[in-house]
């Protein structure tokens, strides 16, 4: 096996004023790896005194999303009356369905003195059967998730079913999301247990299956075939993946449907404020006036 057959995808890079967004997923290679649709690296990023992150109440539609922190603290609030702020490790799984709305800032205390901030955010789109289901939030701490202790390796299962374990969030389709950390020298095979995989190299250095995967690229990997990777340096790896979703999707700002009709509908519903209002919160992301890619730490 070579990089080449793994099908690499090159982040998109965005600057938001001193703080890097690399988003993989969508791509124009690869919409989605099994039921993932979206996925962005933020950071790693330092705010001085008195900054921070302020993303303002915004609607989702079909999906559900989770923010993986590596350094930091953001603060969840949504239209449930949610307000859970998540800590490296922690897993916030926010399931819209058929409409929820949330924010995400730096909490004051962070902010008043500033700090780092890194992580990974995904989508997960939702079934068919389940697209209007009732939104839903809860809140995992990081000790509550499975880990699998290796030599020189640790994984923690942040979502779904592999490796012999299943996380504590709410899925609903067949699918893993784990975060691999790994020391100089170790290696990790992950099995071909699901036909849609995914690695993405955060930081360090390490090759699949003896070629050099560049740090930042995803590398969208064969069904039917194991593969193993081997850390040059210390390196800290996402993986995920699972089965195909049940057809094709259309993704629209914040909004994922398996119809255009339901993607109108939340863009009235929006425009016309009837998704409901998060509890503290007085300002809002108004609709886009033409189609765009999805907003980052959304």
Same mark, same amino acid.
């Given at each position: 096996?070579?990089?080449?057959?793994?099908? +690499?995808?090159?982040?998109?890079?965005?600057?938001? *004023?001193?703080? /890097? @967004?690399?988003? =993989?997923?969508?791509?124009?290679?690869?919409?989605?790896?099994?039921?993932?649709?979206?996925?962005?690296?933020?950071?790693?990023?330092?705010?001085?005194?008195?900054?921070? +992150?302020?993303?303002?109440p915004h609607p989702h539609i *079909?999906?559900? /999303? @989770?923010?993986? =922190?590596?350094?930091?603290?953001?603060?969840?609030?949504?239209?449930?009356?949610?307000?859970?702020?998540?800590?490296?490790?922690?897993?916030?799984?926010?399931?819209?369905?058929?409409?929820?709305?949330?924010?995400?800032?730096?909490?004051?205390?962070?902010?008043?003195?500033?700090?780092?901030?890194?992580?990974?955010?995904?989508?997960?789109?939702?079934?068919?059967m389940h697209e209007t289901l009732a939104p839903s939030f809860e809140h995992h701490p990081v000790s509550t998730l499975p880990v699998v202790d290796l030599p020189g390796v640790q994984l923690r299962l942040v979502a779904g079913a592999a490796f012999g374990h299943t996380a504590p969030a709410t899925t609903f389709s067949d699918m893993f999301y784990a975060a691999l950390e790994m020391m100089p020298g170790s290696r990790f095979t992950v099995p071909a247990e699901y036909p849609e995989r995914a690695?993405?190299?955060?930081?360090?250095?390490?090759?699949?299956?003896?070629?050099?995967?560049?740090?930042?690229?995803?590398a969208v990997l064969p069904a039917a075939q194991e593969f193993t990777i081997e850390a040059k340096t210390k390196a800290r790896i996402m993986l995920l993946g699972g089965k195909s979703i049940d057809g094709d999707r259309v993704i629209w700002w914040n909004f994922v449907a398996s119809s255009k009709d339901a993607i109108e509908k939340a863009k009235e519903d929006w425009r016309a404020q009837r998704f409901g209002a998060v509890p503290q919160e007085t300002e809002w992301i108004p609709l886009p006036?033409?189609?765009?890619p999805p907003e980052s730490f959304s």
């Open positions: 096996m070579t990089i080449s057959s793994l099908h +690499l995808i090159k982040p998109h890079v965005k600057d938001l *004023g001193g703080f /890097t @967004v690399k988003r =993989l997923l969508p791509s124009l290679s690869h919409k989605m790896v099994g039921p993932f649709i979206f996925f962005d690296h933020m950071g790693p990023a330092v705010f001085g005194p008195g900054e921070g +992150l302020d993303v303002r *079909g999906l559900a /999303t @989770v923010t993986y =922190l590596f350094e930091g603290v953001i603060l969840h609030r949504d239209s449930l009356g949610s307000v859970q702020p998540i800590h490296p490790g922690d897993v916030n799984w926010m399931t819209a369905g058929r409409g929820i709305v949330h924010s995400e800032r730096s909490p004051d205390e962070v902010r008043r003195v500033g700090g780092p901030l890194h992580g990974i955010q995904i989508w997960v789109a939702l079934p068919k690695v993405y190299l955060v930081d360090g250095e390490a090759d699949v299956e003896g070629s050099v995967l560049p740090a930042q690229y995803m006036e033409a189609p765009k």
